[in-house]
């Protein structure tokens, strides 16, 4: 049943209104005229009914005097501040922790555990909790001019990837985490640099140098306590600076051109020395054919000479006029002019052996070379020719002495 049901069978209104519904609006706590039963209370009247109570609560009293008036509105404000106290305290008990994060707690100011991700308690004002996310892949960066190893001055920049393992370690350990980071990288870098010249920083050892820094970087880190690991160390960039970056260009210019001449001698010499080994070799195997030729010849003519020896030994004459015969064959075939000086005579005779072996019929040998008989008729013929010239020029002589 309904507080408000009319006919007052209903139970207490907590308002303290049971009574004003039967009022026809005659009773003078009623605030409006021609208020029913069914009406709610007045907004003033509730707020008053509650203080009341906030004060019956905490040893106010309900008095009609000014200064118990004043007790009793002093009472109220304490009771709603505690009463705010009490819900402030309610929410900061309580706390929530992703599943990224892992939660240090800290009791009056000691390190009291570690909480995993969900929903979390607290004593307010005793407990402190720190919520570190310890997945979360952070990054730092660092640019710095540094000295190389050559005594060369260079830019670099540097970028660091590192998450937290250790959440008290990060929160407690190490006051500020992330610029300590960024001073033991730049001290990483600077000590790496150092050992390092000029070149391999600009062009390839890069790749190298970020191993070398990730290495000595990480061994801060863990001297430290400071809870991080690196994921991943880059060198963005590495130049010289801008106010010698033109005679620097001219250096790398200059260092590309020696390796540009260095890159064509090489090819042509690799293109010449295995020509020249080529001919070097043919001229060994040449001169070697040479030699075995040479020694072959003189051993077939000292054999020859020796066979000859033995048929001079048997008939000297016959040997003579054949090695004759043979030294004027091979004379002739060389020569195709040949220039007789005739007894008794004063003029030279003039022989054109080409004419004649023209005019001569072929050689009776198969192989086109001379035999003996086509050496005797070419003899007899030159003979024959000898024999009419000198005739003819006996006579020219008879006539002119006539």
Known sequence: MAWNEPGGNG???????NDRGNNNGNNGNNRGPNRGGNQPPDLDEAIQQLMKKLNGWFGGNGGGNNRKGQNNGAGGMFGIAAAI??????????YTL???????????????KTEQPGLRFKIPLVDTVIPVNTTKVREAEIKERMLTKDENIVEVELNAQYRVVDPVAFALRVEAPERTLLSAAESALRHEVGSTAMDPILTTGRAVLAEDVQLRLQDYLERYATGMVLTNVNIKDARPPAQVKAAFDDVQKAKQDKERFINESEAYANSIVPEARGRAQRQLEEASAYKERIIARAEGEAARFDSLYSEYKKAPKVTRERLYIE???????????????????NNMMYLPLDQIIKNMPAPSSTSGAISDSDISRLTDRVLNEVRARQNSSSSSRRGEGR
């Open 98 to 112: 992703d599943e990224q994060e892992r939660g240090v707690v800290l009791r009056l100011g000691e390190y009291l």
């Open 327 to 345: 030294s004027v064959s091979e004379v002739y075939n060389n020569a195709s002019k040949v220039m007789v000086d005739v007894d008794g005579g």
């Open 85 to 94: 106290l009490v819900v402030m305290l309610g929410f900061n008990s309580v």
């Open 11 to 17: 139970p207490k209104d907590p308002w303290g209104n």
